[in-house]
């Protein structure tokens, strides 16, 4: 899997994706803001074979990575596509010196927390009934990145 910034034409398919896994699925003019109206998103795509089979989503604020998706298409998960994403937003992570990274998860989501887990995030709060669909609650989630060298000296 190649991965690459989001484009305008991708969201087509990215939006296909999104109805595929989500019950709450984005909208295009979504994608397109996060492509093309905001400064602080990082939006991309992994591609096989010329076909968008995954997508991140994440957002740079101040020191912090906030990674707002991470989504791989059905029929190849569980093939280490997910952790590919979530290994790219945090090298782009370290490039930019972030020190912590947050996310939010389903709490039943029981995969993506495993998936997070591996990369050190842990549970940090819960936002109850927050997925309005529902009724979910939020898990939110930190990892510290470290890339905050000198803070101790
Ligand atoms: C969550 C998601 C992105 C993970 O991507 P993936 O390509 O399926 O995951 P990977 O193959 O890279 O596996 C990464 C880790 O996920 C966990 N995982 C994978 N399959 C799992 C399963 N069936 N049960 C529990 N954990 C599982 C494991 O921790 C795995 O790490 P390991 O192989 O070292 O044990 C993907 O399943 C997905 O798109 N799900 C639907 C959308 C979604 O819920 N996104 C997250 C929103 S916050």
């Not at 295009?28 to 010329?50: A, Q």
């Not at 991470?70 to 029929?75: L, N």
């Not at 990369?119 to 989630?141: S, V």
Request: aromatic share 10%; with cysteine.
């Amino acid at each position: 899997m190649k991965i690459r910034r989001m484009i305008v034409a991708d969201i087509k398919r990215v939006c296909e994706l999104e109805r595929e896994l989500f019950t709450m699925p984005w909208p295009r003019t979504s994608f397109l803001y996060e492509i093309s109206g905001n400064d602080r998103s990082f939006p991309v795509v992994g591609v096989e074979d010329d076909e968008v089979v995954g997508y991140a989503i994440a957002w740079f604020v101040c020191d912090e990575l906030h990674i707002g998706n991470i989504a791989v298409t059905g029929k190849r998960q569980g093939s280490g596509l997910g952790k590919r994403l979530l290994e790219y937003m945090l090298s782009e992570a370290a490039k930019r010196e972030a020190a912590v990274a947050t996310l939010e998860v389903r709490a039943g989501n029981v995969r993506a927390i495993s998936l997070y887990r591996g990369y050190g995030f842990k549970g940090i709060a819960i936002r109850k009934n927050y997925y309005t669909d529902n009724k979910e609650d939020a898990l939110i989630m930190m990892a510290d990145i470290g890339h905050n060298e000198g803070e101790n000296e």
